[in-house]
């Protein structure tokens, strides 16, 4: 019966490791996305053209975001979405806020 009890506890615990590291992944993932999304409206609203630093550094951030994702470090993949975003969003003003 201990070994029943033990067996169950390493379980759980297993599950709730692999659970909480696929929760990180998943937060990332969706960080990544959302990265994405602003880097496609700030391209529609012509970033490219007339906020091409903003925009190329968005996607330059959202490149190191998903190497990092890759190689594991899903906290530095988020700071790097992150700071995508805030330069999507930066291009969106200074191109004019989008497509009209």
């Not at 992944?25 to 969706?30: A, E, L, P, Q």
């Not at 700030?42 to 998903?66: H, L, R, S, V, W």
């Not at 975003?85 to 969106?92: D, L, T």
Request: charged content about 25%.
């Amino acid at each position: 019966m201990k070994k029943f009890w033990a067996g169950t506890v390493l379980l759980l615990v297993c599950a709730a490791l692999v659970g909480c590291s696929t929760s990180r992944y998943f937060s990332t993932s969706n960080r990544i996305e959302e990265a994405k999304e602003a880097l496609a409206k700030a391209k529609g609203a012509g970033a490219e053209t007339k906020a091409p630093m903003d925009y190329y550094m968005a996607q330059e951030y959202i490149n190191y975001g998903i190497k990092e994702s890759m190689e594991g470090d899903n906290k530095q993949a988020q700071v790097f979405a992150g700071k995508s975003v805030k330069h999507s969003e930066a291009a969106i003003q200074k191109a004019g806020g989008g497509a009209k």
